[in-house]
Every structure is written in C-alpha cells, then in structure tokens.
C-alpha cells in the first residue's frame, strides 16, 4: 500500500482522479484545473492520477505524466485477477473523482476504504447518460460542468439532490493576457498567430485529416497577402502520422511551427497567445472562452460538440463551419473573417460571457463539501493543518 502521509508525518487523505483518457486531452485538461485548485484550497489532500488501462491513448498518458502529479494504470483484469488489482491501484483511495469513464463505478464495491466516489459527466452520447442510471446511483456527488447556455439534461434529473451545476472548470487567474504568454512561449509580439491542435485525430482519421488539410491548406493560401500570418500546429509528436495528402510536407510549409505533446499548461498559453484558435472540442473552446481569443469552430463529431457548435453560432460567439465544408478555399475565406479585428474581439467576449469563470470555484466548494461529509476525520485533520501554517 502506498503511503498516505506527506514529508512532515501528516496524514492526507487520498484522492485519486480518473480522467476519460481514450480520447482527446479535454478530460486531462479539465481534471488538472481541479486538481490545482484543490491542492491549493486543501494541502490535506494527496492528489494522484487514475488512467484506465481500457482505450488509453500515450498522448494522455504523457500529459498526465508531465503534470508533476503521480500517475497509476487501473488495469482491466480477467476476473481471477481483478479483485487483486483493482485494490492494488485503488485500495489506499479515500476519494475518487470521475470524469467520464462511469464503467469503473463498478469497483467500488472492491475497495472497502473508499468513502465518496464524484462523477463528472459528458453530455451524452445518444442514450449514454440514460443507460448509465444505474452506475450513477452509486455515486455521492455529480458535477455538472457546462454553461447555462447548456442545460442539466433530463437524464440527471432523478439525480437532482447529489448534483452541482458548476459551470465550465477553468482556471481564469493562471491564463496570461495575450503578451504574457507569448513571452512565455518565445512568440514575435508583432506576428498574428494561428493556433490548431491535431492531436492524433481524436474523432476518427477522415475528421482529423479533413480538418488539418483545410487549416494548412487555407493559411498557405492566405500567406500570400498576410505575410504577418503564422500556423502553430501543437500536439504533433509525429508529423509523418498526421500529414494530408496533396500537401507538401507539414515540416517544410513556411510559416508552419509543429510542436509536440505540451503540457495542459503550455497548451492553455498557446490558446492566450493565439489570435485566432481553430477548434473542435470542449476543453479548447472554454479555455478560449476565458482567454478571450476568437474562435473557429469545427465541431467533432460527438452530441457534445454538436450541440456547442449549435449554441456558438446562434449567439454569434464565434464562427463556424461543419467538417464536410472545411476544404482549404472556405477556411482561408472563414480565417480572414474570423480575424477581423473589430467583429473577431466582440465574438470573444461574447463567448467569454457565455462560458463564465467561476466553475472551478464552485466545482472545489462541491467537492470538498463532500469530503467533509464523507470523510469526518478530512476536517480535523486540515483545520490543524490550517493553524499550524
């Protein structure tokens, strides 16, 4: 069993974090931001990552890695083996908070020290919220973490006493203005920065490649009469893997800067640094939302991200365009809007309205509530804490 006390002897009580890593970063991203704010809310805590093994991509894997927060591998064992394991990688848990992968609510009853378990669902997918009821039953909090402007779907309603409608979690005091973080990142304050992260193509390959080819397609066109325009292309461990067929090879564009895994942090500066940010999910568009950076959507292909698209362009809080239309012509056409510098500011802080800024807030409040209510000892144990700092 690990140790559950910190450096100076004080025992902590543990909780480990279980972040959907199957497909793209938006569910690492979303947890870290947690994460943070709790360690700095409660040095009681001992926060450790959960990555089920089940669909586990390496760039989650790496980014969790490169947090600086301890990572475990939750194994999907044959059934002779899985009572061992499961308590292996989760029997020292006092707290697990969830966020999309419902299926390991199951092993609560395998972990007899386990006190609360928080869930944070995904809008669903089809019927996925619906069928999922009776995992749901078994947890002590769920987070609701959407903007109003997307509301509590019917299918958490039976669930309405252990639910909290946080907002979006984000992290708006670490976000650097827009100079800030290209000093931080090495970025010519007098060039306009186009970001885009492909990240392994998590909606399917045809997305990823339609998407990618009409971004680089789009900005070489346009790189003849905005000689100022740059492509930073993050998230790219192996451009060979990525590369579109009919382009010139993604190393050799001039004006195209490929970057590798970042961390959730480097990531979010991309997206304060960037004038304009070409997105698909979640995580990306809320963290441009904060940042005020303009946006172009494609929405991925997922209920979820339809339905953000849905609501972005009734509210005009950014442009966006259905992957079917995204060739290189309409890009460079949609990019050159999305820059203009009057209408592309004041679709940014409309959807900085829409998204708000204290969901990270209400998400900590919620879930140390719940560790107070579950976990008695947590109380006694930080209230010393807090007179001994």
């Given at each position: 069993?690990?140790?559950?006390?910190?450096?100076?002897?004080?025992?902590?009580?543990?909780?480990?974090?279980?972040?959907?890593?199957?497909?793209?970063?938006?569910?690492?991203?979303?947890?870290?931001?947690?994460?943070?704010?709790?360690?700095?809310?409660?040095?009681?805590?001992?926060?450790?990552?959960?990555?089920?093994?089940?669909?586990l991509r390496p760039i989650n894997r790496d980014a969790c890695e490169r947090t600086g927060y301890p990572v475990r591998i939750i194994p999907?064992?044959?059934?002779?083996?899985?009572?061992?394991?499961?308590?292996?990688?989760?029997?020292?848990?006092?707290?697990?908070?969830?966020?999309?992968?419902?299926?390991?609510?199951?092993?609560?009853?395998?972990?007899p020290r386990l006190r609360a378990w928080i869930s944070i669902p995904m809008?669903?997918?089809?019927?996925?919220?619906?069928?999922?009821?009776?995992?749901?039953?078994?947890?002590?909090?769920?987070?609701?973490?959407?903007?109003?402007?997307m509301p509590v779907p019917a299918e958490l309603e039976p669930f309405r006493a252990r639910l909290t409608v946080t907002g979006p979690i984000l992290d708006p005091a670490?976000?650097?203005?827009?100079?800030?973080?290209?000093?931080?990142?090495?970025?010519?304050?007098?060039?306009?920065?186009?970001?885009?992260?492909?990240?392994?193509?998590?909606?399917?390959?045809?997305?990823?490649?339609?998407?990618?080819?009409?971004?680089?397609?789009?900005?070489?066109?346009l790189r003849a009469t905005t000689p100022d325009?740059?492509?930073?292309?993050?998230?790219?461990?192996?451009?060979?893997?990525?590369?579109?067929?009919?382009?010139?090879?993604l190393t050799e564009i001039p004006g195209v800067t490929l970057t590798g895994v970042v961390s959730p942090e480097v990531a979010r500066d991309h997206v304060a640094a960037a004038d304009l940010v070409v997105l698909e999910g979640t995580s990306t568009l809320f963290n441009a939302a904060v940042a005020r950076t303009p946006v172009l959507m494609v929405p991925g292909l997922i209920y979820e991200t339809w339905l953000e698209g849905t609501w972005v362009a009734a509210e005009d809080a950014g442009i966006v365009v259905r992957p079917e239309d995204a060739t290189p012509a309409k890009m460079a056409s949609l990019i050159r809007r999305a820059l203009d510098p009057t209408a592309g500011p004041a679709r940014a802080d409309r959807l900085h309205r829409l998204v708000g800024t204290t969901g990270c807030d209400l998400a900590v409040a919620a879930v140390r509530a719940t560790i107070a209510d579950r976990v008695p000892e947590h109380a006694a144990r930080a209230e010393a804490a807090r007179r001994e700092g």
């Open positions: 069993m690990v140790e559950t006390t910190a450096d100076d002897g004080t025992e902590r009580t543990t909780v480990v974090v279980v972040p959907s890593a199957s497909g793209g970063l938006g569910h690492v991203a979303r947890t870290l931001k947690l994460m943070r704010a709790l360690e700095a809310a409660d040095p009681c805590l001992r926060l450790i990552y959960g990555l089920d093994e089940v669909g999907n064992p044959v059934r002779h083996e899985r009572d061992e394991r499961i308590r292996a990688a989760l029997g020292d848990a006092d707290v697990v908070i969830e966020d999309t992968n419902r299926r390991l609510i199951a092993h609560r009853r395998l972990l809008l669903p997918i089809w019927d996925e919220l619906h069928m999922d009821w009776p995992l749901l039953e078994h947890v002590d909090r769920i987070l609701y973490a959407y903007p109003t402007v670490e976000i650097p203005d827009r100079a800030e973080a290209r000093r931080r990142l090495g970025l010519d304050p007098n060039l306009r920065y186009l970001l885009y992260a492909p990240r392994g193509f998590p909606f399917g390959p045809w997305f990823g490649r339609r998407v990618l080819a009409g971004v680089v397609g789009g900005f070489m066109r325009l740059r492509l930073l292309l993050i998230a790219v461990p192996d451009p060979a893997a990525v590369q579109p067929p009919g382009l010139p090879p």
